[in-house]
Every structure is written in C-alpha cells, then in structure tokens.
C-alpha cells in the first residue's frame, strides 16, 4: 500500500511539473480573441503608422522604435495560452485580421506576421514552454523585434533603401520596440488578467508567483 500511494505521489509530481502541451477548446476560443483584437490593434496602428512613418523618415532609421505594436499578439498569446504555437497562431490571425480589414501593405502583412510570430515562439520553445518569467518574455519581444527589423531592412523598400548607418539605427529601435511594447508591455498586461482572475482556466491565471 505505502509503494502504490509513493508512486502515485511521484507521478503526481511529474504531472505538476510538466505542461500540458495538447490544445483545449478554450485555449483556441481564447487565442483567437486575442488574435481577433489584436488584428483590429494591428489595423489601427497602421493607418496611423503612415503619417508617422513620413514625419520619421528625417529621423535618421528611428521609426523602427514603432514596430513592437506589431509583435505584442504573438507575446502576449504565449505566455496566456502556454502552449506549442499559440505565439505563431495569435500573431497570424492577428496578421490575418489586418489584412481583411484593409491595410497598404497588402498580402506581405501576412508574410510578417508568420515571421514575428515564429521568432517569439522559437523562444518560447528554447526555454521548453516552462519558464514565463519577466527575462524570457523580453527576450521573446526582443527576438521579435530583430527579426522584424531585418525583414524591414532586407524586404521593405523604405527601410532597404536608408544608408547602412541608418539601417543599422533601424533595426536596434525595433529591438528596443520589441522588449518594451512587446515584451514588457505584454508581461503586465498578462499579470494584469491573472490577478483579476480572467486567466483562472489558464495556467497563466493560476501561477502568478512565474510573471516574476
């Protein structure tokens, strides 16, 4: 009896320790919103991003520090969900969403969003979707944040045609968007849902004592 209760107990343990990596429903109904919402963010962003963009262009690459308002569905869709994809997913329906709502950029919204989406889910995935503390999201931001500025500065004619210096400008203001909007701004806004209890079907709601 005491070996049959002890080894319950260990795989009790285990069963704690290890994350569930299989998608419930509510994990995709709620991903979703939070791609949905995004999407609409993302849309906004964009239209006033075009008056912004050309007052900017006189700054030297510096209309990079912009971008993280483009990355946070991704963040922020990780660390709630805490599952395999649900960075890439939230950020490319959020993408999606832009998309069918109008927006300049046409098709390669897409495109971006699957990339920015990748680059904080390859994060993720490198800490093994186990630590959610306040490094790894920035981390997650940050990484976002590179991986947008290059794809700007290899694929955008606007950003591709600044001068190296400025592009090089470019591509550290979208790293330092992505830490902060993406990366810090995601983390309290996570902490912010788990205290208030809307996460409590959620790991994310039920672990606060992690968003540390």
């Known amino acids: 009896m005491s070996v ?8 009790a343990a285990t069963a ?7 998608w419930r429903v509510v ?18 962003w964009g239209v006033a991003y075009y008056g912004t963009d050309v007052l900017l262009s006189f700054s030297g690459g510096f209309q990079g520090i912009f971008n993280g308002m483009w990355l946070f569905a991704g ?17 490319v329906v959020a993408a999606v969403v832009s998309m069918l709502i109008g927006t ?13 989406g990748l680059a904080a889910e390859i994060v993720l995935a490198l800490f093994l979707y186990k630590s959610w503390r306040l490094g790894v999201v920035l981390l997650a931001g940050t990484v976002a944040g ?22 090089f400008v470019y591509v550290a ?9 993406a990366g810090f701004l ?19 709601g039920r672990t606060t004592e992690t968003l540390v």
Do not use: C, H
């Open 4 to 11: 049959r209760t002890s080894t319950t107990g260990r795989e």
């Open 104 to 116: 300049q950029w046409g098709f390669s919204v897409l495109i971006w969003g699957i990339v920015q």
């Open 75 to 91: 963040v922020l869709g990780g660390i709630i969900i805490r599952k395999p994809g649900a960075a890439v997913y939230t950020e």
């Open 186 to 204: 995601s983390w309290l806004a996570a902490r912010g849902l788990a205290r208030s209890g809307a996460l409590n079907r959620f790991a994310s």
């Open 27 to 44: 994990d995709i109904v709620v991903a979703s919103v939070i791609g949905v919402a995004s999407g609409v963010v993302f849309w906004a």
């Open 173 to 181: 203001s979208s790293i330092v968007s992505g830490l902060v909007i």
């Open 146 to 167: 590179l991986a947008v500025g290059l794809m700007d500065i290899t694929f955008s004619s606007t950003a591709a045609a600044l001068a190296p210096v400025r592009q």
């Open 16 to 22: 704690t320790k290890t994350p569930a990596r299989r």
